[in-house]
């Protein structure tokens, strides 16, 4: 099946510095990935909405300053969480629209604690 | 924006025996996909099922299979036969006409064995 990857798997960084979050297809492309935020034993919400080539749709309540992202290629997306603290500590997974399948495929998530 | 309940925080079910979970949803769309993922302690998010709105059959892969009632906005989730494998955290997802994924707060199901 397609793979998606994501890294680092874990980040710990200190508060107030950048952390940027790498999503990539592995063996196709993708024109949509989706970047998403999960508590401890919470649901998924969606954070936005990245498209190759243009500027990312983001979900209400969701700040783009501090969550950049860049969709630059066909297979990689980054999310970038900026001037980082402690509370956007949390589980931040993303996925890709296998157009042909059309079906979703989610990364492994990227654990970030923020101290 | 689309909503997605899942009544259910936790189910228990006996190995070999059968589990239903609920799922409710509400949209003005007419055309959508409806899901059901599995997220183990790995975390790695891993469908189980999906549904299009405009199949009035129900979707069956294997040992799972849902029960789609569109008029009543309901998709609940059949595990039969459930084996200690099936332990996991679902989640009912609900895909917008702009491919939004939209999550439900989850079912965390425990398999007795």
């Known amino acids: 099946g397609a793979v998606v990857s994501q890294h680092p798997s874990r980040v710990i960084c200190k508060s107030g510095t950048s952390v940027k979050i790498e999503c990539r297809s592995l063996d196709f492309q993708a024109t949509t990935m989706f970047w998403y935020r999960q508590f401890p034993k919470q649901s998924l919400m969606l954070m936005a909405t990245?498209?190759?080539?243009?500027?990312?749709?983001?979900e209400q309540g969701v700040e783009k300053d501090k969550f950049l992202i860049n969709h630059a290629s066909l297979t990689l997306s980054t999310l970038t969480v900026t001037s980082a603290h402690p509370e956007d500590s949390s589980f931040y997974i993303c996925?890709?629209?296998?157009?042909?399948?059309?079906?979703?495929?989610f990364g492994p998530g990227t654990r970030l604690t923020v101290l | 924006a689309q909503t997605v309940t899942q009544s259910q925080p936790e189910m228990s079910v006996q190995e070999a025996e059968t589990v239903t979970l609920s799922c409710t949803y509400d949209?003005?769309?007419?055309?959508?996909?409806l899901f059901w993922y599995k997220q183990p302690p790995s975390r790695q998010m891993i469908l189980v099922i999906r549904q299009e709105a405009y199949k009035q059959q129900n979707a069956t892969e294997n040992r799972f299979s849902v029960n789609f009632q569109k008029a009543a906005k309901s998709f609940s989730l059949k595990i039969s036969d459930s084996q200690l494998g099936d332990a996991a955290m679902y989640f009912c997802?609900?895909?917008?006409?702009?491919?939004?994924?939209?999550f439900g707060t989850g079912t965390s199901l425990t398999v007795i064995p």
């Open positions: 997802a609900y895909r917008s006409t702009g491919n939004q994924f939209y």
């Open positions: 990245s498209n190759e080539g243009s500027k990312a749709t983001y």
């Open positions: 949209t003005s769309e007419s055309d959508y996909y």
């Open positions: 996925s890709a629209i296998r157009t042909s399948l059309n079906e979703q495929f």
